[in-house]
């Protein structure tokens, strides 16, 4: 069975950075991919930043370019989300998410599994 462990959310001022892990267990990932999203109080659950196990392409979403780092360490099976220049609007749970797809989807139905969900909270 596919385990998702995210960690390293917390409380931090606006501009500051915190740096997400998602460690993932009970299979090989050697294809696919793996997104990071966020869902704040009262909207949907939306897409962050996604990475491909292979490499190639990365996603983000417009208002991150610039700011958030999606990596992966294929050795760990472990996906990192580098957040630096960190906003109050950047204030959700953070959840990560792994597809078996060979693309990257942009909709939660095209995950297969997901983690349990890191609080991300940025004061101004």
């Known amino acids: 069975q596919v385990q998702l462990v995210e960690s390293g959310g917390g409380l931090v001022q606006a501009g500051g950075s915190l740096r997400l892990s998602c460690a993932a267990s009970?299979?090989?990932?050697?294809?696919?991919?793996m997104g990071w999203f966020r869902q704040a109080p009262g909207k949907e659950r939306a897409v962050v930043a996604a990475?491909?196990?292979?490499?190639?392409?990365?996603y983000y979403e417009d208002s991150v370019k610039g700011r958030f780092t999606i990596s992966r360490d294929n050795a760990k099976n472990t996906v990192y989300l580098q957040m630096n220049s960190l906003k109050p609007e950047d204030t959700a749970v953070y959840y990560c998410?792994?597809?078996?797809?060979?693309?990257?989807?942009?909709?939660?139905?095209?995950?297969?599994?997901w983690g349990q969900g890191t609080q991300v909270t940025v004061s101004s």
């Open positions: 998410a792994a597809t078996s797809l060979n693309y990257i989807p942009m909709v939660t139905n095209g995950y297969d599994y």
């Open positions: 009970g299979r090989t990932f050697s294809s696919g991919g």
């Open positions: 990475i491909r196990w292979g490499g190639g392409r990365v």
